[in-house]
């Protein structure tokens, strides 16, 4: 079945570092993919997405591409901020209805 | 994105009570989910709804108890659950089925004492 893999965090970093964060996915067909994030109290938020392949998201200086030959979809992002802390969630649509999620990587960052 | 609301944000219950979580969408979208999110598990995918009629229920337990009245309200009426029932349940929609963005609401955290 589809599935998701994220790496495990958490993911600890200064301000300003880079941040890779690892997502590989499992799927049959050509599903859409989805990287959401969880502030502290809050429930998710649409970070990005990409629709087919070689498409790249991006948003608040967060950026993935979408690897269909390595079935990847890593999320990155050139300089971190303390408010970029959070949980991030790699996700997968394909034709139903179901989003699958990852369990989730915790972004810390000290200034 | 802040078109999903649910009330309550925190509920404790006890496993007797009876209550229930409301959400509601300002997105004019067609179809809702609820979602259960636990410590260190993925997000479990509970019911959709599209067009008001349930199409999908994940094999959930029928101490959970889903109703859609119109395209914008979605409520998860509970009873008698258990203390394994405590997690945080998030609402979603979107704007059809399929392979649709999905905007979360801020989620009901439960406690079942």
């Known amino acids: 079945g589809n599935s998701v893999t994220q790496m495990e965090g958490p993911v600890t970093l200064s301000e300003e570092a880079f941040l890779t964060i690892n997502c590989t996915y499992t799927?049959?067909?050509?599903?859409?993919l989805f990287w959401y994030v969880q502030y502290p109290g809050e429930g998710l938020q649409l970070l990005l997405k990409?629709?087919?392949?070689?498409d790249k998201g991006s948003n608040k200086g967060f950026e993935a591409t979408y690897r269909k030959e390595t079935t990847s979809f890593h999320l990155e992002k050139g300089s971190v901020q303390v408010s970029d802390s959070a949980v991030y969630f790699c996700a997968l649509s394909d034709r139903g209805d179901k989003l699958i999620f990852g369990t989730g990587t915790r972004l810390q960052v000290f200034p | 994105e802040t078109g999903v609301t649910q009330t309550p944000r925190h509920l404790v219950m006890g496993m007797t009570n009876k209550k229930s979580l409301k959400c509601e969408q300002h997105l004019g979208h067609n179809a809702m989910y609820w979602y259960k999110q636990s410590a260190k598990k993925p997000l479990e995918l509970m019911f959709v709804y599209s067009l008001e009629e349930r199409v999908e229920n994940n094999s959930v337990p029928s101490r959970f108890s889903p109703e859609c009245p119109n395209s914008s309200h979605l409520f998860l009426h509970l009873h008698t659950l258990q203390p394994e029932d405590s997690a945080l349940y998030l609402c979603a929609s979107s704007r059809n089925r399929g392979q649709e963005t999905q905007y979360f609401g801020p989620g009901t955290r439960l406690l079942v004492l």
């Open positions: 990409a629709t087919k392949a070689d």
């Open positions: 799927a049959t067909g050509y599903p859409s």
